[in-house]
């Protein structure tokens, strides 16, 4: 096991708020206080769209957590304990998953500070994110692998607890390309030959661009956002964005959750928008598919469910799609009364995508 000394400044860091957090617990006993702890209210209703920043916020509204309940002296004992945890976790430069701290609980010496499900355990980390301005990644915790992958002409560092290595995301890796590491800061761009990124949502898809040399063809980097993309495809999509300059685009089905995809990786989402500036890349461009492309290339298609009807419906007054492109897009959908997959594209030949549909697309954005 690794000693303390090995802690980065950053680990010191982390591990001195939770420090810190505990400590006010303690002040406010010795001060004969009701400990608590204040949290920016999570609902929907206390989300704010930055319109300076182009990304989604949390409020003004905040939720107490407070020892004056039972369930309320539960939670706050409950963070006690994880607080401890991580703290030991970042001094032995250890990490776990979301799901190990679940199980880990079972082992602590109270009942009361056991978790009931993993849910409730995956709160409290967010709980503590936000009250101590440090993301979960710097407490070392981390989800189950995501499996994103990234293909492309790019060179990177990583750093790993075996030491750093150099990987090229076309010459050093397989088809299936370069996986994406829980915390993406832990790399370090080297060199690359790339006019763009492609944020692409289904892995059939991907498969099908990398198969057809997409990714040299046009000097592409195709990041397989794998559905609801995790927090770190998203960061690292934002980093390639933000420290090389280079456009972002999203091609995922033509539907209203793969829209919502799309807003994520650009303005971020509801239960993460206290990492926003983190992790949402706001430029980011949506190539498809559109309903217009359902139309134009007269895709298959299946016909949109009620569920989808009013998706679509609440995305005409959702901040994210308040423009006139969105609009038309969203209201042509709602008349046709149509969805379709990326891969629906297909029924045109397996070349037409990245030989005509992409190149177009790229071209009326102005990528190419």
């Known amino acids: 096991m690794s000693s303390d000394s090995n802690m980065t400044e950053q680990d010191e860091l982390a591990r001195q708020r939770l420090i810190d957090l505990a400590a006010e617990f303690y002040d406010q006993f010795a001060e004969g206080e009701v400990p608590s702890m204040q949290i920016p209210t999570r609902t929907k209703s206390n989300i704010e769209y930055d319109e300076e920043q182009g990304v989604w916020v949390y409020g003004d509204r905040h939720s107490t957590r407070s020892a004056n309940t039972v369930g309320g002296a539960q939670k706050l004992l409950k963070a006690i304990y994880v607080i401890d945890f991580l703290q030991n976790q970042l001094q032995e430069n250890r990490s776990s998953t979301l799901r190990e701290l679940y199980y880990l609980s079972e082992s602590w010496?109270?009942?009361?500070?056991?978790?009931?499900?993993?849910?409730?355990?995956?709160?409290?980390?967010?709980?503590?994110?936000?009250?101590?301005?440090?993301?979960?990644?710097?407490?070392?915790?981390?989800?189950?692998?995501?499996?994103?992958?990234?293909?492309?002409?790019?060179?990177?560092?990583?750093?790993?607890?075996?030491?750093?290595?150099?990987?090229?995301?076309?010459?050093?890796?397989?088809?299936?390309?370069?996986?994406?590491?829980?915390?993406?800061?832990?790399?370090?761009?080297?060199?690359?030959?790339?006019?763009?990124?492609?944020?692409?949502?289904?892995?059939?898809?991907?498969?099908?661009?990398?198969?057809?040399?997409?990714?040299?063809?046009?000097?592409?980097?195709?990041?397989?956002?794998?559905?609801?993309?995790?927090?770190?495809?998203?960061?690292?999509?934002?980093?390639?964005?933000?420290?090389?300059?280079?456009?972002?685009?999203?091609?995922?089905?033509?539907?209203?959750?793969?829209?919502?995809?799309?807003?994520?990786?650009?303005?971020?989402?509801?239960?993460?928008?206290?990492?926003?500036?983190?992790?949402?890349?706001?430029?980011?461009?949506?190539?498809?598919?559109?309903?217009?492309?359902?139309?134009?290339?007269?895709?298959?298609?299946?016909?949109?469910?009620?569920?989808?009807?009013?998706a679509l419906e609440s995305e005409l007054e959702d901040p994210r799609f308040q423009t006139d492109y969105w609009r038309e897009q969203i209201e042509l959908q709602l008349d046709i009364n149509k969805k379709a997959e990326q891969q629906a594209l297909a029924a045109r030949g397996l070349d037409f995508v990245t030989d005509t549909y992409l190149p177009d697309r790229l071209e009326e954005m102005g990528i190419l």
């Open 109 to 310: 010496d109270l009942d009361a500070a056991q978790f009931n499900t993993q849910d409730e355990s995956n709160s409290l980390i967010e709980d503590l994110e936000i009250v101590s301005h440090v993301k979960r990644e710097d407490f070392h915790m981390r989800p189950e692998e995501s499996g994103a992958k990234v293909m492309g002409p790019l060179l990177l560092r990583e750093q790993t607890n075996r030491g750093a290595r150099e990987i090229h995301c076309q010459d050093d890796v397989g088809q299936g390309g370069y996986q994406i590491p829980n915390n993406p800061d832990t790399i370090e761009f080297l060199d690359h030959d790339a006019k763009f990124v492609m944020c692409v949502e289904t892995g059939g898809m991907r498969d099908r661009l990398v198969e057809n040399g997409f990714d040299e063809d046009y000097s592409c980097i195709v990041v397989h956002l794998g559905g609801q993309p995790a927090r770190a495809t998203r960061r690292l999509t934002k980093r390639l964005h933000d420290e090389l300059d280079l456009p972002v685009t999203v091609f995922t089905d033509g539907d209203p959750w793969s829209y919502r995809i799309f807003g994520s990786v650009s303005y971020g989402s509801i239960k993460s928008a206290h990492l926003s500036e983190y992790l949402a890349t706001p430029d980011a461009q949506f190539i498809g598919i559109q309903p217009s492309d359902i139309v134009e290339y007269d895709l298959p298609t299946d016909p949109l469910s009620d569920s989808d009807v009013n």
